[in-house]
């Protein structure tokens, strides 16, 4: 079961942002989980510049299955142009926890 869980990653520059990216997920079953990191101190490359920016790491809680819709879904609501995210494979686990992520995914 391990192989259908998977951590998605993203970040904003907004805690508010964050907070509504992370809530509309978990309505949506999208994710059954959702951490939000305290604010980071992120540098990037954009448009040939080194930039800075204080930024909130979200971590999704999902699976396999929910990842194409959990990621078309971030990229209508995310106000970057272009969105970190990217997936982290869940390579062990407790079998209560990874049963109740599939679960908490499961539409209806």
């Avoid at 980071?40 to 930024?55: D, H, L, N, P």
Wanted: aromatic letters at 10%; one cysteine or more; proline letters at 5%.
């Amino acid at each position: 079961m391990t192989n259908d869980i998977v951590i998605a990653q993203t970040t904003s520059d907004n805690e508010g942002q964050a907070t509504a990216l992370a809530r509309g997920a978990v309505e949506g079953k999208l994710a059954a989980g959702v951490h939000i990191d305290a604010p980071i101190t992120a540098f990037y490359r954009w448009k040939g510049k080194v930039e800075t920016a204080q930024e909130w790491r979200i971590s999704y809680m999902t699976t396999t299955d929910c990842l194409p819709a959990l990621e078309a879904w971030l990229h209508e609501q995310h106000p970057y142009e272009v969105p970190q995210w990217i997936t982290l494979p869940v390579t062990g686990g407790s079998d209560a926890y990874l049963s109740w992520v599939v679960e908490e995914t499961t539409q209806d």
